[in-house]
């Protein structure tokens, strides 16, 4: 199961978001082969205007369709979630949480979050029936 996957399943239910966090592919870091031959290599942006730009890069071109929010230069969302390169939370209406993935991109798995996100209440209406 990929994330979109897990998204159309559960979007019904669960509310969605994607933190782009710091660039995961920056080209003064680390990288897998892949990264550079498939051209996933981007420099670390310093701005948010730099951010918003590589955020449009994964929208654009993994026509990546849930909600993503910008997490400010200082990286306060990837410090609080330790969330560098990518994790999966799962987190209830009061904040708990449910479930925390393994890090990326090799303990990304949403397969292993859709048993959680199967397991929580069905959705109610806006009208309450």
Request: aromatic share 10%; hydrophobic share 40%; proline share 6%.
């Amino acid at each position: 199961m990929d994330l979109h996957a897990l998204y159309d399943a559960h979007r019904g239910k669960a509310e969605f978001l994607t933190v782009y966090i710091s660039e995961a592919h920056p080209d003064d870091e680390w990288q897998m082969e892949s990264n550079r031959k498939e051209g996933f290599v981007h420099r670390q942006p310093q701005t948010m205007e730099e951010r918003q730009k590589l955020a449009g890069i994964l929208v654009d071109r993994l026509k990546y369709r849930m909600p993503v929010a910008l997490d400010p230069i200082d990286g306060r969302a990837e410090k609080a979630f330790a969330a560098w390169p990518e994790r999966i939370y799962v987190i209830d209406r009061g904040g708990r949480i449910l479930y925390k993935g393994g890090m990326g991109p090799f303990g990304f798995d949403p397969k292993e979050a859709e048993g959680t996100l199967a397991a929580l209440p069905a959705a109610v209406s806006a009208a309450g029936s």
